[in-house]
C-alpha cells in the first residue's frame, strides 16, 4: 500500500516549494532554474505560454519581467505519494488584481532532490 503524505517527505516537499515561492517572488533565476528538472519532458503551462522542455522554460525565466511578482499565497495543498512524488498546488493573490491565481506543481525527487517536473498556472476570474 502507497504511504500518502508521509511525515518526512511532505516536510521535504514542502520545503523545496518554500524555496520556490521565495525565488519566484524575489526573482532568483538560478534557484529557479535548479527546482526544475533539467530535461527535455519537463512541461510549465502559464498563464499566456505553453513551455515545453528545460531549455523553452529557462528561456522564458531568463526574459520575464522582474516586476510585479510579489503574491499573497491563500491556500496550499501538498499532497505525497510514496517518498519520491508529490503534487502541490496553491491559490494566490497579487496587488490591484482581482482574480484568483492558481498554481499546480507535480514533484519528484532524484538522487540530486526534489525538482518540478511538470507546472500549470493559470488565472480565475471572481465573480
Known amino acids: 500500500m502507497m504511504d500518502i503524505n508521509h511525515a518526512p517527505t511532505l516536510q521535504e516537499v514542502e520545503l523545496a516549494f518554500d524555496a520556490y515561492e521565495q525565488a519566484l517572488v524575489g526573482n532568483d533565476v538560478a534557484k529557479l532554474d535548479e527546482l526544475f528538472w533539467n530535461n527535455d519532458a519537463t512541461l510549465r503551462y502559464g498563464a499566456t505560454e505553453n513551455l515545453v522542455g528545460y531549455d523553452a522554460i529557462r528561456d522564458f525565466r ?66
Open 62 to 127: 531568463s526574459q520575464r519581467p522582474a516586476a510585479n511578482l510579489a503574491r499573497t499565497v491563500t491556500s496550499r495543498h501538498v499532497t505525497t505519494f510514496g517518498t519520491d512524488c508529490a503534487v502541490a498546488n496553491i491559490t494566490f493573490s497579487k496587488n490591484g488584481d482581482t482574480r484568483i491565481g492558481r498554481q499546480t506543481q507535480t514533484w519528484v525527487r532524484f538522487p540530486d532532490g526534489w525538482h518540478v517536473v511538470a507546472a500549470h498556472v493559470s488565472w480565475m476570474d471572481v465573480k
